[in-house]
């Protein structure tokens, strides 16, 4: 294990996790000759991803998580979820979101005691939880950091689109973004006039084609349907020594060949500079404060096998600080900090909202069947999505959304091709593709070409919608620590309290109306399903009417639970991202998002760490 | 299909009572030039699950060849006892998934929630699957496809399976 001396030299900025606002930071830092230490509470980079693919490979669940460490099973390849307080530095998994076990602690790293489950997850590794993120890179759209200005709704962000603008720019050629502008100017959006994404766009699916020829010159309540294509973190061409995306259909949980970008890509680059020492298997344990409220120190605790016993404890210190463990580990690590007692609440938590106005992008998922083959299982998971319906005047009254048109058949709807492969093998019909036939008594089991052409038939037509819906910030909705539940370094797990409020509800009944008439101008067949009674991610809501049970997906986007503002009364960072309470230290990523918006919000992320960036430098001089 | 002047050996047998189930033409179970001879991986896994069970399925099939496939079909799965109709499932399965369902997952009810228990065989079983090349598509995570393949329509679904489909 690299385990540097942390106090040998003198460092410029300590940063706490090496993922992707991290990794940006350091390389900017450590190209300006900055020195650098990284505390990582989870695994370095491997040398390369064989064992990541091999786990893959071999899980019977492939669930986001399972390429990564520490292993979701124990053993590797089975299904029993490895007991979180077994682990030093464990996290969430979607396994752990049924009836059963979300609120069991014996498989369930957050400690959730919420009315719903938080069903988004995340990782402690290297590279951080955007190893499986999909590539979506999209921008805000203007409205979205002025919600309060336009529609007297939640806050106002700090920064405008504008402030903002030049910062998207530098992610996008940080990640390596695949689009064309002239496809993305709507609802506010703007490019400076010399402006070019760094690489040409991701062709479209044939399932975007079969979508875009339907809703083309079509609206849905007053609202217009366009497809456009998705600005996607992939190659298009060779960038930053990666291959082009050869439709691994895999994104998430893993792109075998690395055409997807992801921050060990950055990360590898901060280390090249010579400047930046990560410091793995390092889980950050307290801040430390001086007598004039400023950060003195971080202090660690290391292990050398997740399963197995600390094997050392540290401090290191720095002139500059900066959280970037994600939207949950930073507000535990910052309330963990008390200081012997002097911060009872923690640090940089004077306004008392460290952990609160958590958030995602509750998804709502639907499938069909469409008249004629899509051909999906096919090309990256999404190549294009509906992008008009995420700001209007309808945000006074319900949460707006992104529609994103999915390339995956229905592998994430249901399962597929195992679910589908299974019905008419043993004449089942967990798929609905084999109903029973009239006058017989259960559904046929097939073989020969008769099992094949029905296989085809079945897969050749499937496709999914799954719309993003922006969720409100509560203060009701927060990350604290758990009194019960603990690591087995002895530090507290999260615990979780979470709900939908009526106007994410709301904006999710509208959702399932646009996905029913959206398969109806295809004339496609709709399959989805309403969750079962049991199923703790689902929600009862009226329709017209008629009580409906609608299920909700995390999105992985965890976001808002050290939000930026203008008054240290109403946020936890200002502008800056810097801590209004102590000046030395920063809270990077998407927790310092006010409200989710209604973009995926990794380039937003990417573009805020950036702008840290620069603000660290000016600071250091 | 063997040839009447030479036994058919058990690999023949296997592979040829596969092609039979699962509509997969033989010369694609098991090509001519077959480096990664998946179907030895599957005659080995599949008979060290059960070897009375395998060699009896294997016999049913040799003792029948002659007869149509689904006269085969019938025999295999109606005249023959659950054990075999259950153990040439886990068979299909196991070349259209790359996993083993145990027989004794599939004579459990089908509601399917939760899905049968099954082992992954091996990363290279995962990666020839051909429930993916039905799809005329392929594993998520393994494409040898070239970028911007999405954007087209895929080869025939002969071109994947071989024999006479569509």
């Known amino acids: 294990m690299s385990t540097p001396a942390a106090n040998a030299t003198e460092y410029d900025v300590v940063i706490v996790g090496a993922g992707v606002s991290g990794a940006m930071i350091a390389k900017q830092l450590g190209l300006a000759g900055k020195k650098v230490l990284i505390l990582e509470a989870g695994a370095r980079i491997p040398v390369n991803t064989n064992d990541f693919m091999e786990r893959f490979y071999k899980a019977v669940a492939k669930v986001p998580e399972v390429p990564y460490t520490p292993e979701v099973f124990t053993p590797s390849g089975s299904l029993t979820l490895t007991d979180p307080a077994t682990l030093n530095a464990g996290r969430p998994n979607t396994m752990t979101l049924s009836e059963t076990t979300w609120k069991d602690p014996k498989v369930a790293y957050m400690d959730q005691q919420g009315t719903l489950p938080f069903s988004s997850t995340y990782e402690r590794i290297a590279g951080g939880t955007m190893r499986h993120w999909l590539g979506t890179s999209l921008r805000n759209v203007p409205n979205d950091f002025r919600m309060y200005s336009a529609y007297k709704k939640f806050v106002d962000w700090p920064l405008s689109y504008d402030d903002i603008e030049p910062w998207y720019e530098k992610a996008e050629w940080e990640i390596g973004v695949s689009a064309d502008k002239s496809t993305q100017n709507y609802l506010g959006i703007t490019f400076p006039p010399d402006y070019q994404y760094p690489m040409k766009p991701i062709p479209p699916s044939l399932v975007d084609d079969a979508v875009t020829k339907a809703v083309t010159g079509k609206s849905f309540d007053g609202i217009p349907l366009v497809v456009t294509e998705t600005p996607a973190g992939r190659n298009s061409q060779p960038y930053q020594n990666r291959r082009v995306c050869a439709g691994n259909t895999n994104c998430i949980p893993i792109c075998p060949i690395q055409a997807k970008y992801d921050p060990s890509v950055t990360l590898n680059m901060a280390l090249d500079t010579g400047n930046v020492t990560l410091m793995v298997q390092t889980v950050a344990s307290e801040i430390v404060l001086d007598s004039n409220g400023l950060v003195s120190q971080i202090n660690y605790i290391q292990y050398e096998d997740n399963l197995g016993p600390a094997t050392g404890k540290g401090s290191v210190t720095a002139k500059r600080y900066v959280l970037a463990a994600h939207a949950v580990e930073t507000p535990k690590l910052c309330l963990m900090s008390k200081n012997n007692g002097r911060t009872p609440k923690g640090v940089a938590n004077s306004s008392g909202l460290m952990g609160q106005n958590l958030m995602d992008h509750p998804l709502y998922l639907a499938w069909a069947q469409a008249a004629e083959p899509v051909f999906g299982f096919r090309g990256p998971l999404a190549t294009s999505g509906i992008e008009s319906m995420r700001d209007g005047d309808f945000r006074k009254e319900r949460a707006a959304f992104r529609i994103e048109i999915g390339n995956e058949g229905w592998n994430f709807s249901i399962g597929d091709p195992w679910t589908t492969t299974l019905d008419f093998i043993n004449g089942w019909n967990n798929s609905q593709l084999n109903p029973k036939p009239p006058s017989t008594s259960a559904p046929q089991a097939l073989w020969g070409p008769d099992l094949v052409n029905a296989l085809n038939d079945g897969f050749s037509r499937q496709f999914r919608l799954g719309f993003l819906v922006e969720q409100s910030p509560e203060t009701s909705n927060y990350v604290t620590l758990s009194t019960t539940e603990f690591d087995h370094l002895g530090l507290p797990r999260p615990q979780i309290v979470y709900d939908l409020s009526d106007y994410t509800k709301a904006g999710f009944v509208a959702a399932k109306k646009t996905a029913d008439a959206i398969f109806d101008m295809m004339g496609a067949t709709q399959f989805t399903t309403e969750p079962d009674a049991s199923d703790p991610t689902a929600f009862e809501v009226d329709i017209d009417g008629k009580t409906q049970r609608l299920k909700f997906f995390g999105a992985g986007h965890i976001v808002g639970t050290y939000r930026m503002g203008d008054k240290p009364t109403n946020s936890v960072v200002d502008a800056d991202q810097r801590s209004w309470d102590h000046k030395n230290l920063f809270l990077v990523g998407s927790g310092n998002f006010p409200t989710v918006a209604t973009a995926n919000p990794t380039l937003t992320i990417a573009a805020l760490a950036l702008k840290a960036a620069k603000t660290l430098l000016d600071d250091l001089g | ?166």
């Not at chain 2, 399965?93 to 099954?118: H, I, Q, R, V």
């Open chain 2, 1 to 166: 299909m063997s040839t009447p002047t030479a036994p058919a050996t058990p690999m023949q047998n296997f592979v040829n009572l596969s092609a039979l189930l699962t509509g997969i033409a033989a010369s694609k179970l098991a090509p001519g030039v077959d480096p990664k001879n998946i179907k030895q991986t599957y005659f080995d896994y599949a008979r060290g699950q059960d070897p009375a069970t395998f060699d009896k399925l294997l016999e049913i099939f040799a003792s029948n060849a002659s007869q149509p496939p689904a006269t085969i079909a019938d025999i295999i799965f109606n005249q023959s006892g659950s054990g075999i109709c259950l153990f040439a499932r886990s068979v299909m399965l196991m070349w259209y998934l790359g996993s083993w369902y145990p027989p004794s997952e599939l004579a459990k009810s089908g509601t399917g929630k939760p899905p049968p228990d099954s082992t992954v065989i091996s990363s290279e079983a995962y990666t020839q699957g051909w429930a993916w090349n039905v799809a005329q598509a392929h594993p998520m995570g393994y494409s040898n496809f070239n970028f911007g393949y999405w954007a087209n329509n895929p080869p025939s679904l002969t071109d994947f399976v071989g024999g006479a489909n569509p």
